[in-house]
């Protein structure tokens, strides 16, 4: 069965750092996602991206985040400048168009220090 | 904000069916229902959807109440691997649309 496949499964970084969280998403799949979860608290949508531009993305989505499909496969979050509070388990997911349900990868762990 | 309401948590005896409701009263006639679950801290996984049709896969059965207005997550044979958040989200069908989760029903399987 199709994967969406994320990397790293965790990354530990200094605050102020840069990071950046790749996914690869189902190769034809049309649409991509980035959502994160802080520990315990619910699963919070972050950007979604079509047509190789952001069709909608969240408040917390701001000037420190992009993101960016590079190559055609690799769908990337950039976190500019990381804050204790970015850290949260970060999900990619993929869909096709219509209303197929979304397949998520199984996450990075972003912890900053 | 979530579109939907589910209990907090449910308990079900492995082998039983498990029965997960959710209130949807505000849905719109282009949104369809769909179900995910997270086991632990994994990435949610796709369970089922539905417009206004029951609905049957390998996983679940999802009914969906004539008015639509809520509908139920049935796993017909619960095992412990089951154990796991489920989340109800109504969604159109139309462009990029976002999932939004709410809090969802901690559903723990009893061996």
């Known amino acids: 069965e199709p994967e969406v496949t994320q990397t790293p499964s965790h990354q530990v970084t200094q605050m102020g750092q840069e990071v950046i969280l790749r996914c690869v998403p189902i190769s034809n799949h049309l649409y991509f996602y980035w959502y994160r979860q802080i520990l315990g608290q619910k699963v919070e949508f972050l950007v979604s991206?079509?047509?190789?531009?952001?069709?909608?993305k969240s408040e917390i989505f701001d000037d420190q985040f992009s993101v960016e499909r590079p190559d055609g496969s690799n769908f990337t979050l950039k976190i500019r400048s990381t804050k204790l509070e970015d850290s949260a388990m970060y999900f990619c997911a993929s869909s096709e168009i219509g209303y197929y349900g979304y397949t998520f990868g199984s996450g990075t762990r972003l912890t900053v220090v | 904000d979530a579109k939907t309401t589910q209990p907090t948590s449910m308990d079900c005896a492995e082998g039983r069916a498990a029965n997960l409701p959710c209130n949807h009263s505000?849905?719109?006639?282009?949104?369809?229902v769909y179900w995910y679950r997270q086991i632990h801290s994994q990435g949610p996984q796709y369970i089922i959807h539905g417009l206004k049709n029951n609905e049957t896969n390998e996983m679940a059965s999802l009914i969906i109440t004539e008015d639509r207005k809520s509908s139920t997550l049935i796993l017909p044979h619960a095992t412990l691997r089951d154990t796991a958040v489920y989340y109800c989200?109504?969604?159109?069908?139309?462009?990029?649309?976002?999932?939004?989760f709410g809090q969802g029903t901690r559903l723990t399987i009893n061996p």
């Open positions: 989200i109504v969604l159109s069908i139309q462009g990029a649309q976002k999932l939004v």
């Open positions: 991206f079509y047509n190789n531009e952001i069709s909608e």
């Open positions: 505000t849905i719109s006639g282009n949104e369809y």
